[in-house]
């Protein structure tokens, strides 16, 4: 299976602030990753797909990149409702998610 | 509108099986294949295993391959799994999650609410 790490595994951040997400696969899997958002108690919520590719209604502060090995998740202007936890997930062969990166607002 | 409800949650001693329905609306149900995901307290999520919808095939995670059914009732548009051989460590959330493909693997563009079953003696 690929492996998909995810870091840092928790960070805390301002209002206003830029946040990137890194998550690195164990093989490379083009652009076949996702972003997700979890609240606690909830499902979590598409943001990305295709590496880069920003979900319908989803703000448009949130931002993905990478390609082969190595990706991120951008939030250009930390808000409060983005407090949550975040999840990549690699599609390139079967299914597999990142261990998860919780984002706290200071 | 797209909706994905899932039913209650559920109790079940070790050894038993629990079947998780996911009720779908809002769409045409034999063009997206259905995949179901588990997510145990403070981890991260899990694949299962996915069912064609139009054919009924279905490909399961190789951890759970024996214990694992998933079917669908087209004329329901109702997708489910069931679970068998139930140990406290199977005690999570289960998510049904639709992908924008037929068949295979993508991303989730769609999640139903969770089903929470506990494994407890």
């Known amino acids: 299976d690929i492996q998909m790490t995810q870091s840092p595994s928790s960070l805390s951040a301002s209002i206003g602030d830029r946040v990137s997400i890194t998550c690195r696969a164990s093989q490379s899997i083009s652009s076949w990753l996702a972003w997700y958002q979890q609240k606690p108690g909830k499902a979590p919520k598409l943001l990305i797909y295709?590496?880069?590719s920003l979900q319908s209604g989803v703000p448009s502060r949130f931002s993905g990149s990478g390609s082969g090995r190595e990706f991120t998740l951008t939030i250009s202007s930390l808000q409060p409702d983005d407090s949550a936890t975040y999840y990549c997930q690699q599609y390139d062969s079967y299914s597999t998610f990142g261990q998860g990166t919780k984002l706290e607002i200071k | 509108q797209v909706h994905l409800v899932q039913s209650g949650a559920e109790v079940k001693k070790p050894g038993a099986s629990v079947k998780i329905s996911c009720k779908t609306s809002g769409y045409t149900f034999s063009s997206h294949a259905m995949h179901w995901v588990r997510q145990a307290p403070g981890q991260s999520l899990e694949r299962m295993g996915w069912?064609?919808?139009?054919?009924?095939?279905?490909e399961y995670s190789q951890k759970f391959q024996g214990r694992v059914t998933i079917t669908r009732d087209t004329s329901a548009t109702t997708v489910y799994m069931e679970l068998s051989g139930l140990r406290s460590e199977d005690t999570a959330v289960y998510y049904c999650?639709?992908?924008?493909?037929?068949?295979?693997?993508?991303?989730?563009?769609?999640w139903g609410q969770g089903t929470l079953v506990t494994v407890s003696s």
């Open positions: 295709t590496a880069s």
């Open positions: 069912i064609n919808t139009v054919n009924g095939n279905t």
């Open positions: 999650a639709r992908v924008p493909l037929k068949w295979g693997f993508s991303y989730f563009d769609h």
